[in-house]
T-cell receptor, first 115, second 111 residues
Framework: KAGVTQTPRYLIKTRGQQVTLSCSPI?????VSWYQQTPGQGLQFLFEYFSETQRNKGNFPGRFSGRQFSNSRSEMNVSTLELGDSALYLCASSFTSGLRGDTQYFGPGTRLTVL | TQLLEQSPQFLSIQEGENLTVYCNSSSVFSSLQWYRQEPGEGPVLLVTVVTGGEVKKLKRLTFQFGDARKDSSLHITAAQPGDTGLYLC???????????FGKGTTLSVSS
């Protein structure tokens, strides 16, 4: 079966702009989680969606937001981009919840560069 | 704040050598997971350990969860170039609302 897909794979933006990233989970998976990966901080949890509802949220400012559609596809949005937002953004899907022991399958990520 | 500290940060070895990487915390975790991430890809789950003292084997990889569930180790026997990658440990926070990752161990195995 097809894996988790993320679009776009690479993105370059300038400070102050906003960006929307997309994630298509594995068919049948209802949970989507988003993570930010940087060399300095490693992988950090952003939020988790299940059945179109945000179930959990990490310690990130309100500029980071997301949503999930009825087909389980998810988008995350970052407004008023800052240089420090440059990172690899990963999404992961699972049947119920990657936070409760369910296996998470990660996509290849979107590499965001903020200039 | 729960933290997972991984050591060493970098490891460069020759094919055929054995190695161990560590994942430590001052907090108790209900479970710990180990992932491997290769360049340009997302992490791939290798194993989940749940019971204190548990040992799991995956071919040449042996995973151990500490008795107190505060630490874990990954031992690779006879490393191969295909083992090259970033090894990450992760566990749920106490509230079960977020997955905490260590910063990882970058392993390079040369032939």
């Amino acid at each position: 079966k097809a894996g988790v897909t993320q679009t776009p794979r690479y993105l370059i933006k300038t400070r102050g702009q906003q960006v929307t990233l997309s994630c298509s989970p594995i068919s049948g998976h209802r949970s989507v989680s988003w993570y930010q990966q940087t060399p300095g901080q490693g992988l950090q949890f952003l939020f988790e969606y299940f059945s179109e509802t945000q179930r959990n949220k990490g310690n990130f400012p309100g500029r980071f937001s997301g949503r999930q559609f009825s087909n389980s596809r998810s988008e995350m949005n970052v407004s008023t981009l800052e240089l420090g937002d440059s990172a690899l953004y990963l999404c992961a899907s699972s049947f119920t919840s990657g936070l409760r022991g369910d296996t998470q399958y990660f996509g290849p990520g979107t590499r965001l560069t903020v200039l | 704040t729960q933290l997972l500290e991984q050591s060493p940060q970098f490891l460069s070895i020759q094919e055929g050598e054995n190695l161990t990487v560590y994942c430590n915390s001052s907090s108790v975790f209900s479970s710990l997971q180990w992932y491997r991430q290769e360049p340009g890809e997302g992490p791939v789950l290798l194993v989940t350990v749940v019971t204190g003292g548990e040992v799991k084997k995956l071919k040449r990889l042996t995973f151990q969860f500490g008795d107190a569930r505060k630490d874990s180790s990954l031992h690779i026997t006879a490393a191969q170039p295909g083992d090259t990658g970033l090894y990450l440990c992760a566990g749920p926070n106490q509230a079960g609302t977020a997955l905490i990752f260590g910063k990882g161990t970058t392993l390079s195995v040369s032939s």
